[in-house]
């Protein structure tokens, strides 16, 4: 069987290929000299290397370099929804191909991580496996819960559709129950793809509630650490956002973050701040360690 290396920023995307059964290895090529070391090791190990970064060419290691120089069909991608063409032309494969690659993995989860390789190695290596389109995961919904019992105000807990489709959902869960328990509320986990193009659908939903925990990158530029569920992370719709009269609900700001608790109280920087014009000054940030790596799973 094709043996695929699958080098992403997003543990999501790690997480879901460890899930789908198929012969992959993989790496975080974001976890410093220890992630280095495993993508040198995961591109040893494989037939071909399909990679999901963020940033532009130029940001690109030297690794890139050694993979093309060992003749290794390499499909390069970016980390966020829309493609990125400047990545995708320094592949080694034909730009449509690389195109229906990060199809597969915009939709997420292990199904369509199983279907990435049979893709890559039917059309790469001529494998004859055969293989599904990707398939199309909506870009938000609610988790199902218990039911509560009394008429209680209602929680969200927003956090990213990448989390729900590789199945790291434990975080949302988690704080759900912790409203539940209070006896006062009652928790709404809700995921999304992104709260720069969100549906209408999605704005009705959020202003139906009594107030939001948002677990996503609130405004400003995206950043390895922050982006790494595989979000759209440069900024919220704060016009539309506004229309839900925020300031007349109570919100907090829960950063999801890659990063383990110690290393994130150690760390002398704090998370994003989030926009003024967007949290009401009353709400305060909190970190949530919504930890997605391979291993913690």
């Not at 059309?123 to 870009?139: C, K, R, S, Y």
Request: glycine content about 8%; charged content about 20%; hydrophobic content about 40%.
């Amino acid at each position: 069987m094709t043996r695929i290396a699958l080098l992403s920023t997003s543990d999501t995307d790690l997480l879901s290929a460890r899930a789908s059964g198929a012969d992959y290895v993989w790496a975080n090529p974001s976890r410093q000299v220890e992630g280095h070391q495993s993508m040198a090791e995961a591109i040893e190990a494989s037939d071909l290397v399909i990679a999901r970064v963020l940033g532009s060419p130029q940001d690109l290691c030297a690794g890139f370099d050694r993979i093309r120089s060992t003749g290794k069909p390499m499909i390069v991608l970016g980390g966020e929804l829309t493609p990125n063409a400047e990545l995708m032309e320094t592949s080694t494969v034909p730009v449509g191909v690389a195109a229906e690659a990060h199809r597969y993995l915009v939709e997420g989860g292990p199904g369509n991580l199983t279907q990435l390789h049979a893709f890559a190695s039917d059309t790469m290596l001529l494998t004859g496996e055969g293989f599904e389109p990707p398939h199309q995961v909506p870009t938000w919904g609610w988790l199902d819960r218990p039911e509560v019992a009394g008429d209680l105000p209602r929680v969200g807990v927003l956090f990213y559709r990448a989390h729900h489709t590789a199945g790291n959902e434990d975080f949302a869960h988690a704080l759900a129950d912790a409203i539940d328990a209070t006896g006062e509320a009652v928790g709404l986990p809700v995921f999304s793809s992104s709260l720069r193009s969100a549906p209408d659908d999605l704005y009705a939903a959020l202003g139906s509630l009594d107030a939001l925990i948002v677990t996503v990158l609130a405004a400003g530029g995206s950043t390895p650490a922050s982006a790494s569920a595989g979000g759209d992370d440069e900024a919220w719709d704060v016009a539309r956002m506004a229309a839900l009269d925020v300031r007349q609900r109570p919100w907090r700001i829960g950063m999801s973050s890659a990063a383990m608790r110690a290393t994130s109280q150690a760390s002398s920087s704090p998370p994003a701040e989030a926009d003024a014009g967007v949290e009401p000054p009353a709400a305060s940030t909190v970190t949530i360690s919504a930890s997605s790596e391979p291993s913690a799973a």
